[in-house]
């Protein structure tokens, strides 16, 4: 018998620890930060003493902690506590619940909202700035689109920026006009970023704020490990990285945070931050740069011109060859590259760059990925396998873009070619999940439900896009642990569970391998633990006596 004791004990007739396609009956023994012994009630007993606390979940799902491999937190968190226009079914309605919301913020000087899409809504023509001047004359209104690269403003907004019939777009944005020059309200891109950078401008006391509440509804979904993917503003991430910095050492991240500062050419702070603080729950883990934008606007950038507007096919977000300069360096330098890539020249620009790194600095264990992957030429897929490159995609994105407003865009031949799951892990590739927080909810469920139903934007059941590219439960359970563990080359302690690697463990409260897939979503995280400590439990959950 040995002499150490567990301080936690989990067992489950409904284990699945990622080393198989399914669950197994097991037991689980936690101590300290690590996971110390798995096996059959009878192995793990010798483990239990008097001050363990042991929970027995019966059939109930026990599996590693999810790792979100593209999200961003604090965008996320504001957006969280801004008002949601998702479900608005027309601008007149979107701008009422602005209005109720408005309502209740009297005191801040910007209203903010998100996630409308006029794809959905009943005129599905674009919003206009008048539709928020009549009710909001004097205050400033920004209000993203749910995809998060182009926005509906109102004047005051438009006049704070200093932006009018004269302003000129910036370099990879669009200042949207009407047919006498003036702005219509929509900013896309850089011209979005543009009043995102005086909108988001928050108190030291309201950040901190907003990463408990991540941190909170991060431990209440089940992910216990995040990727932190540049969104706006040059320096914002590391400024954000502070804030984590101050929580890591105050011992109060109960989410491992991955950070991704922009690809910029520009590498001795990002070297600084990242070679001289790197925690088990936070480290600078390479860095991400935007190559297009997104199909929705017509800023994603395509092979062949869109089929409802030819012609555009789009434009990169910088000049090719400014972008595989920064990423040969940068390869060069041992940074990870992440590369936002939907449409499918931007993909194609993505893999040329990486093969370009490979070329010049040899080939390692880089690890690089391209982010989202929506639309891809067949040609291109087995070469994300060919690079070593990991191909991260947010299956909930599938059902969050309008179908039929989507293949418009884009037209039949290369919807085929859509959320491409399951052709790209076939080739051989390794596929890492994630959710794209706030585009989307932190719901890891979400993910899996759609990367295993793929019903689209419908909510139908019978309205499956590209069933061939389904994946199994058991895939896209990996590809949101173990996957995106390897992504951050820490598959070594993360990702599965085993005895020796960090106690990052979620239970569910029903085994998704015996339910009907469509009743995926509806899973709730009854425990969350974190470095072998729980962050979140259900009122419902108990401990059992130890076994003595």
């Given at each position: ?302 092979l062949e011109p869109y089929s409802d507007r030819p ?181 070594h302690e993360l990702g599965t569970l085993e005895p ?49």
């Amino acid at each position: 018998m040995t002499n150490a004791k567990a301080t936690i004990v989990l067992s489950s007739n409904a284990v699945f620890t990622g080393l198989h396609d399914h669950p197994i009956p097991a037991s689980i023994a936690i101590a300290g930060s690590q996971i110390i012994a798995v096996g059959t009630e009878s192995d793990i007993q010798p483990w239990i003493g008097s001050e363990t606390a042991v929970y027995n979940f019966g059939d109930q799902l026990i599996m590693p902690g999810f790792h979100d491999f593209h999200l961003h937190v604090m965008i996320g968190s504001l957006f969280k506590d801004s008002v949601n226009l998702f479900h608005a079914h027309s601008e007149e309605e979107a701008v009422e619940l602005v209005r109720q919301f408005a309502e209740s913020r009297p005191n801040d000087e910007w209203i903010i909202g998100t996630s409308w899409d006029s794809s959905h809504w009943e005129s599905n023509r674009l919003p206009h700035r008048s539709s928020l001047d009549r009710v909001f004359p004097d205050r400033p209104v920004y209000l993203p689109h749910y995809e998060g690269h182009f926005s509906w403003v109102n004047s005051k907004a438009l006049e704070m920026l200093k932006i009018d019939h004269q302003t000129e777009n910036p370099p990879f944005g669009e200042i949207a006009k009407d047919e006498n020059g003036e702005p219509t309200g929509i900013l896309y891109e850089q011209a979005s970023q543009l009043v995102a950078n005086v909108a988001f401008q928050l108190s030291k006391e309201k950040s901190s704020q907003l990463l408990r509440d991540f941190l909170s509804y991060a431990a209440s979904v089940g992910v216990t490990s995040v990727n932190d993917l540049y969104a706006m503003g040059k320096d914002r991430l590391l400024e954000n990285f502070a804030l984590f910095k101050e929580f890591d050492e105050k011992n109060e991240l109960t989410a491992r945070i991955h950070v991704f500062p922009a690809l910029n050419g520009e590498f001795d702070r990002v070297k600084e931050f990242r070679d001289s603080y790197r925690s088990s729950r936070l480290q600078i883990a390479g860095l991400k740069q935007f190559v297009d934008g997104v199909v929705t606007g017509h800023t994603a950038y395509m092979l062949e011109p869109y089929s409802d507007r030819p012609e555009t096919r789009g434009e990169t977000t910088f000049p090719a060859e400014t972008l595989k300069k920064w990423i040969v360096d940068a390869d060069a330098e041992g940074f990870r590259i992440r590369l936002h890539a939907l449409g499918d020249g931007a993909v194609r620009l993505a893999l040329d760059a990486y093969e370009e790194a490979q070329r010049t600095n040899g080939t390692a264990d880089a690890r690089h990925a391209i982010e989202h992957i929506e639309v891809i030429h067949p040609e291109d897929i087995p070469r994300i396998h060919e690079l070593g490159v990991i191909a991260s995609m947010q299956p909930e994105h599938l059902a969050a873009a309008e179908r039929s407003m989507y293949v418009a865009r884009i037209g039949s031949e290369r919807e085929t070619y859509t959320f491409p799951l399951r052709s790209i892990q076939a080739a051989g590739a390794t596929l890492a999940l994630g959710s794209d927080f706030p585009v989307v909810p932190l719901e890891p469920m979400l993910e899996i439900f759609r990367a295993v139903t793929r019903i689209d934007s419908s909510g139908q059941e019978e309205s499956v896009w590209n069933p061939q590219e389904r994946i199994t439960l058991a895939e896209a359970l990996r590809a949101y642990t173990l996957h995106s563990a390897y992504g951050n080359a820490r598959e070594h302690e993360l990702g599965t569970l085993e005895p020796g690697k960090l106690a990052d463990v979620v239970v569910l409260d029903t085994n998704l391998f015996a339910i009907p897939e469509k009743e995926i979503k509806d899973a709730k995280v009854l425990l969350t633990i974190v470095d072998g400590k729980i962050v979140h439990k259900a009122d419902t959950v108990s401990t059992n006596p130890p076994l003595l």
